[in-house]
């Protein structure tokens, strides 16, 4: 396993510095919460980490009283602002009193819906992994030393941080194998967007797909008279 840590705006470059020092081989780094919060330690904790060769993934805090399509929309303008947006891999962190497996199931949809392979942090076995469909798991089991992980997860934050510090997180599997989880997970996926009219009607993962979709939809809705497949990188 290879080991990793997660930052956020309670973490300071010391404690970045230090995680470094132990040879992280990836990290996660907080970027938003809820409709309006950008954490203004993120830009800065990713350039450091990537100046170091460290992979590395940004998250989203999902909060119980907004909903989940203006969070996404909120984290999605956040990370395109990133210059490297496509080397990183995403996740919703699903802990907050009060969000519901609903709630954390459409900000995930809706990452899908634009390309992206959406991860879930949350306690071991606290949630509805089957009805949130993350695209993998990170999951937060604290012990006194790693040692085998949770069932099914990619992430296990085995340890929280001392004095302040980052929390302590191990990818299963070796350092090749988390190269290879990043290169396919990062970024979004190219994805086909169907138009119709000019509006958006959907996005699929396949040209067939679209082309399919789009004509259901002509069918269905006769007065439309022209259709549009585009590719979206």
């Not at 990537?50 to 119980?64: F, S, W």
């Not at 990133?82 to 907050?96: C, G, I, K, N, Q």
């Not at 634009?114 to 991860?119: L, P, T």
């Amino acid at each position: 396993m290879v080991r990793g840590a997660d930052f956020s705006a309670y973490q300071n470059d010391a404690h970045v510095e230090a995680a470094i020092a132990e040879g992280i081989g990836f990290a996660f780094v907080k970027l938003t919460q809820g409709t309006s919060y950008t954490s203004p330690a993120a830009r800065e904790q990713l350039d450091r980490l990537r100046a170091h060769g460290v992979h590395v993934g940004v998250y989203h805090y999902l909060d119980a009283g907004a909903s989940a399509a203006a969070q996404w929309a909120h984290f999605a303008a956040e990370l395109a602002k990133l210059p490297y947006w496509r080397s990183l891999v995403v996740a919703l962190d699903y802990e907050a009193p009060g969000a519901t497996d609903a709630q954390a199931a459409a900000f995930i949809a809706a990452g899908k819906r634009d390309g992206y392979r959406v991860g879930l942090y949350s306690s071991a076995g606290t949630h509805g992994y089957a009805n949130v469909k993350p695209a993998f798991r990170w999951i937060a089991a604290w012990t006194a030393k790693p040692g085998k992980p949770p069932r099914s997860c990619r992430f296990w934050q085995w340890a929280q941080g001392a004095g302040g510090g980052p929390d302590w997180d191990l990818f299963v599997g070796d350092k090749a194998a988390l190269a290879k989880f990043w290169t396919a997970t990062a970024g979004r996926a190219v994805t086909y967007r169907v138009a119709v009219a000019g509006v958006t009607v959907g996005r699929y993962a396949s040209w067939a797909r679209a082309t399919a979709a789009a004509l259901a939809y002509m069918l269905a809705h006769p007065a439309k008279q022209s259709y549009r497949v585009d590719r979206v990188a």
